[in-house]
């Protein structure tokens, strides 16, 4: 039903945290809420009746009604989150209860049981606005799509941005190495690969390699592993639902795990280098992208051969041209001591500050 962080039963008690209030009499009803809430790693307040406690009721991040106790419930403060929790389809006076307690909805198990373990989950976690979402591709091998990556990471983290990076080329490397931190305790993708359904969003976070102030999904140096497309759907998810942004660096071949990041993504970076060639194969990378991909835009990085220029390689592409990525020949040197990407006052650490000030901008104006 949900997948925890490594999607093999319920969080232990002592990561679980504080859930809903659930008011019900009845225990056939209240076994299966506690099992949902059991299943999203929370631990709720359980009442007969609306709680005599001054503030229970307006506190708790949601409140799970069971329709046994609706008329209980008649004069309790009105508040969001709210839900009418039952079983009989056929009960006529549902509807009027669910109105007369302020009820957000009426739910029905267990159809609604997947739904209603994301929506305590969600509550738990405080869920807010999701992350704005960038993926950086290559239009060829040794586009600098990685470098790129880390510098927009570093850059959104030294913002003072909640910041996650999430390494989805399995073939790469590992990004973590960018970072100098491929040594960093934490999980990496081989951990992740089973997870199913719904992964916590906070315990994603704190599970990973903190590099730079931000949090980085990488690959450990093993053998190589799978990502299914449900793993990939559900890591994702949860590093969304953490708000701030997720730079996701990408591989150039469209498989069905990296057709789930593009869905999770709101604004692509293909990363074309100002050659004919490179052109070429970045046409291709973008068309395998865009069926899935909304907003896809071009990133252009000299030097260019003779007679080629940004604005050429995005029209050549039909494609918005977001900017030239300048070249920086002491990144180089910078990465031998320790520095990584976009962390000095650099051109590519200027390009990413003036990359996020307009991302975040259109994303509070859309």
Avoid at 67 to 75: I, L
Avoid at 202 to 215: F, I, K, N, V, Y
Avoid at 307 to 320: E, I, T, Y
């Amino acid at each position: 039903m949900a997948g925890t962080i490594t999607s093999k039963g319920a969080p232990p008690a002592e990561e679980r945290r504080a859930g809903p209030l659930i008011v019900t009499e009845d225990l056939d009803l209240l076994d299966d809420l506690l099992r949902l809430c059991a299943a999203a790693g929370v631990e709720p307040e359980v009442h007969h009746a609306v709680p005599e406690s001054r503030g229970s009721w307006e506190a708790a991040p949601l409140v799970l009604v069971g329709d046994d106790a609706a008329a209980r419930c008649r004069g309790a403060a009105r508040r969001s989150g709210v839900l009418l929790v039952g079983r009989d389809r056929d009960d006529p006076d549902v509807w009027r209860l669910a109105v007369e307690i302020g009820a957000d909805t009426v739910l029905r198990l267990p159809e609604a049981e997947p739904w209603l373990v994301d929506r305590i989950a969600d509550a738990a976690e405080g869920a807010g606005e999701s992350a704005l979402t960038v993926a950086v591709i290559g239009g060829r091998g040794g586009a600098g799509a990685s470098t790129l990556a880390c510098a927009l990471a570093v850059t959104a983290a030294r913002g003072g941005r909640r910041t996650m990076l999430v390494d989805a080329d399995p073939l790469g490397g590992g990004i973590d190495v960018l970072l100098g931190g491929e040594h960093a305790e934490g999980r990496r993708w081989p951990d992740f690969a089973a997870s199913k359904g719904r992964v916590a969003g906070g315990a994603l976070e704190e599970s990973l390699p903190e590099l730079h102030q931000l949090r980085v999904l990488s690959w450990d140096r093993g053998d190589a592993v799978v990502v299914p497309p449900e793993a990939m759907r559900s890591v994702l998810a949860a590093a969304r639902r953490r708000g701030g942004v997720v730079v996701v660096d990408l591989p150039r071949r469209v498989d069905d795990a990296v057709a789930e990041a593009l869905a999770q993504t709101d604004l692509g970076l293909l990363v074309v280098p100002g050659e004919l060639r490179a052109v070429a194969a970045a046409g291709r990378v973008a068309a395998a992208a865009s069926p899935v991909l909304r907003d896809l835009r071009v990133v252009a990085r000299g030097p260019y051969t003779s007679g080629l220029d940004d604005g050429w390689v995005a029209a050549s592409l039909g494609l918005p041209l977001v900017g030239e990525l300048p070249w920086e020949p002491q990144l180089t040197a910078a990465l031998g001591e320790g520095r990584p990407p976009g962390a000095g006052a650099g051109p590519l650490a200027r390009f990413c500050t003036a990359f996020w000030d307009r991302a975040l901008a259109e994303g509070a104006g859309s």
